[in-house]
């Protein structure tokens, strides 16, 4: 990391601030400035170069700007899940909400269950539990996202019409090489050559959506059922260790489906990538909700 990074959190310190401001007060109030100033610029060049160099204050700069770092990204993920989910056509808005409202409902009947059996480990739970469980809700979202913009894609867009372009193309470029040389022959020939590699880049695309749909269903059904499963258990199940394993569990075996929708951003417009910021969602609903 760079020193100057260090430096400029020490001198922008409040408190270092307050004595700077005070030292500097101090001289011009005590008659004396040409002392008292060099005195005080003198201390701070000592206590910049001392903490700025501080193993323990460079940690807890750096601790705070990943720390400030994770907020954004939080807001950012909050924005763009609201977004989505506004973009979403009614069905499929609601299809989110009712799997939201049951997580939650869930939550509350494995919080009673538990507490009628003496263990107050609602918090644990939260901890252990719901980070998981928005992940798997912001994955689902994602997957009636693309749904809807494959649904989109496919409305502009036909396989017939690709490949008829492609013949189109094709038969032009025939005609152009068929033709005596002239001026302009290899420069039409050669933007016939990047025409048809577009047509066919996009007849790939058109494939790879078509073989990608099914999978996004399947993929949502799938996430439906393994979610709810995942809520339930908090009904059957007091060991939050336990419930943590089946959530890592789960959350392992969508990585798969997450390079699926990577793969798609041609079509959706938002990259899909390791360790992104998930939005909270039943996590929020918890704290608004009580």
């Known amino acids: 990391m760079s020193l100057s990074k260090y430096i400029k959190a020490a001198f922008t310190n409040r408190w270092n601030l ?14 004396a400035p040409e002392i008292g100033l060099p005195l005080v610029a003198a201390a701070e ?18 601790v705070s700007e990943h720390r400030q770092l994770q907020q954004d990204d939080a807001r950012t993920a909050e924005i763009r899940m609201r977004r989505m989910l506004t973009s979403l056509p009614r069905g499929a808005q609601r299809r989110f ?29 939260a901890e252990v539990r719901l980070e998981g469980l928005d992940r798997l809700l912001w994955l689902f979202l994602k997957l009636l996202y693309t749904e809807n913009s494959l649904n989109r894609f496919f409305e502009t867009t036909t396989i017939d019409q690709i490949e008829r ?3 189109q193309v ?9 033709r005596p040389d002239q001026e302009q022959r290899s420069r039409i020939i050669a933007t016939l050559q990047d025409n048809l590699k577009t047509c066919e880049q996009r007849k790939r695309n058109f494939e790879q959506a078509r073989d990608s749909y099914e999978l996004v269903k399947a993929e949502q059904r799938r ?4 979610i709810r499963s995942l809520a339930e258990l908090g009904i059957s199940r007091g060991d939050p260790a336990s419930l943590s394993s089946e959530v890592d569990t789960v959350a ?20 899909t990538y390791e360790d992104e910021a998930v939005p909270e969602i039943v996590t929020r609903k918890v704290v608004t909700g009580e």
């Open 223 to 226: 996430l439906e059922n393994k």
């Open 170 to 178: 094709k038969g032009r470029l025939n005609r152009e090489n068929a």
């Open 45 to 62: 060049i000592a206590w910049l170069g001392f903490v700025g160099t501080h193993p323990r204050f460079r940690q807890f700069v750096d």
């Open 252 to 271: 392992g075996s969508i990585h798969e489906t997450e390079a699926t929708l990577s793969e798609l951003e041609f079509v959706t417009g938002f990259q």
């Open 18 to 31: 307050l004595g700077l401001a005070g030292g500097i007060g101090f001289s011009l109030l005590s008659g």
């Open 165 to 167: 372009e492609i013949r």
């Open 97 to 125: 909400d009712v799997l939201m409202e049951q997580c939650e409902e869930l939550r509350k009947i494995t919080r009673q269950f538990q507490q009628a059996h003496g263990a107050d480990t609602d918090e644990a739970i």
